[in-house]
């Protein structure tokens, strides 16, 4: 094998590995996104679920007495 194919494929690793670095970045910040979110719609349901009428909350969906 001559240098000059050597070094190509030295180059090519190179850009597969800053490639491969960059895409696991990504992927990293993509699960900490996707795990906030998770955490923000678990807290959404559950101040829906305690909100809910027959969940005896104070002021909620009770008809006045005069009615």
Not at 4 to 9: A, E, H, N, P, V
Not at 53 to 67: L, Q, S
């Amino acid at each position: 094998m001559d240098d000059s194919r050597l070094t190509d494929l030295e180059v090519k690793v190179a850009f597969q590995d800053d490639l491969l670095d960059a895409l696991n970045l990504t992927v990293t910040r993509q699960q900490q996104q996707i795990d906030l979110l998770q955490e923000q719609i678990r807290v959404l349901y559950q101040q829906l679920r305690s909100n809910q009428p027959g969940n005896d909350v104070p002021g909620g969906h009770e008809i006045p007495p005069h009615y």
